[in-house]
């Protein structure tokens, strides 16, 4: 061989190299895009009986596919709880699930079990074991959990819909991260033979649907629903306090809803409500539950604290210390057999199979401390509270608007998910309807910045037809309404000056109920700026400013070196029109300390003005 044909030579190899590779390459997404990584096993299938012979109605969900979530039983197949090991440690079921076999008789075919994340305890959709399933809405992103392949499974159109069990949001999250329907029923609706629990105080079977008329056939089946009038809801109330916990702009969510809610219903069916503001009225024992756990001069949003009871109440169940306190409407008896086969199948499995654990799980559950009894009667109180409260405030004919999850689903590998805000933001949403046993849907609502986009609807316990009806109803004109505001790009501005600056009032208001008068006074201000002609703001700006002149003059009298009482005091003064006392109170702050810039100019200014 030549030395000029040495070159060609390599290059060809090379060429051929590279063109094996991407081939390769090629193959292997296609494999991972087939399925998403959303099944454990597709071998399975559960056919539908037979169709009844004419005139007999064919079954309510004939030519419907499913999948179900890991946690529920399959005749014959070993439930794996997202854990290899806990499938290596159990014998195959020996009875369908209730659920699975009522879908299958109902004319659905089973086509296969989907990922959960390990011993269904996440919400992010993690699983080392089996890989994260492929979120199909944007694939850096995770899938949410704890079911995340069922709900992948519905985003991917590998089947129609798909079961999951929601306790803190296992169905809830991942819907609205993969940006489909997914439907949480009331505690207690659909009965949980055949599943593994997770929290029984808080489980739920839900499912996942892309089609509002699947979702609306798959819960007639398993809710036992009769046919009759459907109901439009006369208040559509939207939680102004809880929207303004989204990291992206809260008229993305908020306008679909108005518009669409003012088509549909009308306008007089909207309104507004702080949310934490009711709990803290309604729910005293969240007051008792903040003054054992926390720092009793720490003012936080009753939101927040319905945060931090859910995950103390998922921390002690997951470790099996506290099982005993879900089951709160069973006798002694019932509570400690049940509290002893948890332990005896859960908490003993995971010391005797010594199986490798998730870090975050594993501190979890060697980590948590007992709970004591007054933490028990005040969890089972809290959530006796918070569902009267619920219900009060949307009666029969009421829908509570919130965030289905402040964030964007996060990048996978993302450190977001551990950091304090994100756990407030997302369990303080999620714990609404968790801890209130009320039924919730998330809805898609299109992206923002390529990120699904989603909002949630809860009616009181028992309103599941109702929640149901009014999805159905809205859905097309939500998602018309979709396309209108994002091209419309109103973004921040698109709620009107009025519905800002009563957003601004409520935010006052709840600074001046914490005693943060110079805080409540910013937003009042901010509130007469946008709507200059409502008295109400002006009046409560002078009842904030009346109140920070008393505090600041209480403060002085204790301390007469105060500088920045005497400044308050003066600002407090000054806008109360009291201008000769504002002036003294500056010129004795520059006694104290005659390089303060903020007391001489201040002086100086009012002197000007007033010619004192």
């Known amino acids: 061989m030549t030395s000029s044909s040495k070159p060609s030579s390599l290059l060809i190899l090379l060429g051929l190299g590279l063109a094996g590779i991407c081939l390769i390459a090629n193959r292997f997404k296609k494999a991972i895009r087939k399925d998403f990584g959303a099944f454990i096993d597709k071998k399975l299938q559960l056919l539908p009986p037979p169709q009844p012979p004419p005139p007999k109605a064919r079954h309510p969900l004939t030519d419907l596919s499913f999948a179900v979530s890991d946690v529920f039983d399959i005749e014959g197949y070993v439930t794996g709880f997202g854990h290899p090991d806990w499938e290596k440690t159990h014998e195959p079921a020996s009875r369908t699930s209730l659920v699975v076999s009522t879908l299958v008789e109902g004319g659905a075919t089973c086509i296969g079990k989907t990922v959960v994340d390990e011993l269904a305890y996440s919400v992010h959709g993690e699983n080392k074991h089996y890989?994260?399933?492929?979120?199909?809405?944007?694939?850096?992103?995770?899938?949410?959990?704890?079911?995340?392949?069922?709900?992948?499974?519905?985003?991917?159109?590998?089947?129609?819909?798909?079961?999951g069990v929601d306790a803190v949001g296992g169905v809830r999250v991942p819907a609205a991260f993969c940006g489909v329907i997914g439907f949480r029923p009331s505690h207690g609706v659909i009965p949980h033979t055949g599943t593994i629990p997770v929290s029984e105080s808080l489980d739920t079977v839900g499912w996942f649907a892309k089609d509002p008329s699947v979702l609306h056939r798959v819960s007639h089946v398993l809710?036992?629903?009769?046919?009759?009038?459907?109901?439009?809801?006369?208040?559509?109330?939207i939680a102004d306090d809880c929207l303004q916990l989204l990291k992206i702009p809260v008229d993305r969510v908020a306008q679909v809803v108005i518009k669409s809610t003012e088509k549909i219903c009308g306008k007089q069916v909207l309104k507004r409500e702080n949310l934490s503001d009711y709990l803290d009225s309604k729910v005293p024992t969240l007051k008792v539950f903040l003054g054992q756990k926390s720092n009793p001069e720490t003012k936080i949003s009753s939101i927040t604290i319905l945060a931090q009871v859910m995950q103390l109440i998922q921390r002690w169940q997951s470790s099996s210390f506290l099982y005993i306190c879900s089951l709160a409407n069973h006798s002694q008896?019932?509570?400690?057999?049940?509290?002893?086969?948890?332990?005896?199948?859960?908490?003993?499995?995971?010391?005797?199979?010594?199986?490798?654990?998730?870090?975050?799980?594993?501190?979890?559950?060697?980590?948590?401390?007992?709970?004591?009894?007054?933490?028990?009667?005040n969890f089972k109180t809290v959530q006796a509270e918070m569902r009267a409260a619920v219900n009060s405030l949307l009666k029969d004919d009421g829908i509570l608007v919130i965030p289905t999850i402040a964030y964007a689903p996060p990048k996978i590998g993302g450190k977001e998910i551990f950091s304090e805000d994100y756990q407030n933001r997302t369990f303080g949403l999620l714990s609404i309807a968790s801890l209130s046993g009320c039924c919730q849907v998330t809805i898609p609502i299109g992206f923002h910045n390529k990120c699904p986009v989603s909002v949630s609807f809860i009616a009181r316990h028992g309103g599941d037809r109702f929640l149901l009806d009014t999805v159905k109803t809205m859905y097309a004109s939500m998602q018309e309404h979709v396309d209108t505001v994002a091209e419309s790009k109103l973004q921040n501005n698109s709620?009107?000056?009025?519905?800002?600056?009563?957003?601004?009032?409520e935010k006052g208001n709840q600074a001046y109920k914490e005693e943060q008068w110079q805080k409540a006074v910013g937003f009042y201000t901010e509130a007469i700026k946008l709507n200059g002609n409502n008295p109400t703001y002006y009046k409560q700006v002078s009842y904030s400013f009346s109140q920070a002149e008393a505090d600041c003059t209480k403060a002085i009298n204790l301390d007469k070196k105060n500088v920045k009482a005497y400044l308050r005091r003066g600002t407090a003064r000054e806008m109360l029109g009291f201008y000769a006392e504002a002036i003294e109170d500056f010129k004795y702050a520059l006694v104290l300390e005659p390089t303060n810039k903020r007391a001489a100019s201040s002086a100086d200014r009012l002197r000007k003005l007033f010619q004192f």
């Open 131 to 163: 890989d994260t399933p492929t979120n199909p809405a944007e694939t850096a992103r995770l899938p949410g959990g704890s079911c995340s392949g069922a709900a992948v499974a519905v985003a991917a159109n590998l089947v129609d819909f798909s079961l």
């Open 223 to 237: 809710l036992q629903l009769p046919f009759g009038v459907q109901r439009n809801p006369r208040q559509i109330i």
């Open 333 to 377: 008896l019932n509570k400690f057999s049940q509290w002893h086969e948890f332990r005896q199948n859960h908490a003993e499995w995971i010391k005797t199979s010594k199986a490798i654990l998730d870090p975050a799980l594993a501190s979890v559950i060697y980590g948590t401390q007992d709970a004591s009894e007054s933490d028990i009667d």
């Open 495 to 505: 709620i009107s000056q009025e519905q800002t600056a009563e957003i601004a009032k």
